[in-house]
T-cell receptor, first 111, second 117 residues
Framework: DMKVTQMPRYLIKRMGENVLLECGQD?????MYWYRQDPGLGLQLIYI???????SEGDIPKGYRVSRKKREHFSLILDSAKTNQTSVYFC??????????FGPGTRLTVL | AQKVTQTQTSISVMEKTTVTMDCVYE???????LFWYKQTASGEIVFLIR??????ENATVGHYSLNFQKPKSSIGLIITATQIEDSAVYFC??????????????FGAGTRLAVCP
């Protein structure tokens, strides 16, 4: 059963703290994504990773960075989190086909 | 730049009826792919159905079908015989077939569907 996992599912941080969101997939998919979802805005692409150490900015990369050292893991890092980064973050992966498979999401609150 | 627009913020229908959700898109590419995803109340996002731009036949999967009107840049999602569990937020998305864009999906803002008993 194809699966994308995300940890943690819920996170509360104070402004200025560092944040690490983890994503894993067990399908050996090459391409992985990080999105954020805000009310009324749908899903906005933050970063794409084409494989290990091959990452590309999405539409809203400012304030974020990513790391992919193993094909099955893709991390999103917020250095010195800001209150406007409060959101729900989704990770996704895609095989050589067309569909993206999404993780369950991480709800991040920055106080 | 590609853009996807869903003008219906929310729709409410009675159970067992048919509902259509609208989506229009903008692209400069002659080859592209259109998708519909469903987000349940728990937050889970699930792929539903895809339409390839070069195909004239409307895609159908189970009780989901598409109304693809290429001249109008429109891809409507039709759900027949709606069930309570179809209540969710539905997202339209597009991916162009351009080099550098092949991996990128652009999403609409979503339409919230409520199916009432």
């Amino acid at each position: 059963d194809m699966k994308v996992t995300q940890m943690p599912r819920y996170l509360i941080k104070r402004m200025g703290e560092n944040v690490l969101l983890e994503c894993g997939q067990d399908m050996s998919h090459e391409t992985m994504y990080w999105y954020r979802q805000d009310p009324g805005l749908g899903l906005q692409l933050i970063y794409i990773s084409y494989d290990v150490d091959s990452n590309s900015e999405g539409d809203i990369p400012k304030g974020y960075r990513v790391s992919r050292k193993k094909r099955e893991h893709f991390s999103l890092i917020l250095d010195s989190a800001k209150t406007n980064q409060t959101s729900v973050y989704f990770c996704a992966s895609r095989d050589r086909g067309y569909e993206q498979y999404f993780g369950p999401g991480t709800r991040l609150t920055v106080l | 730049a590609q853009k996807v627009t869903q003008t219906q913020t929310s729709i409410s229908v009675m159970e067992k009826t048919t509902v259509t959700m609208d989506c229009v898109y903008e692209t400069q590419d002659s080859s592209y792919f259109l998708f519909w995803y469903k987000q349940t109340a728990s937050g889970e996002i699930v792929f539903l159905i895809r339409q390839d731009s070069y195909k004239k036949e409307n895609a159908t999967v189970g009780h989901y079908s598409l109304n693809f009107q290429k001249p109008k840049s429109s891809i409507g999602l039709i759900i027949t015989a709606t069930q309570i569990e179809d209540s969710a937020v539905y997202f339209c998305a597009m991916r162009e077939d351009l080099s550098g864009s092949f991996n990128k999906l652009t999403f609409g803002a979503g339409t919230r569907l409520a199916v009432c008993p």
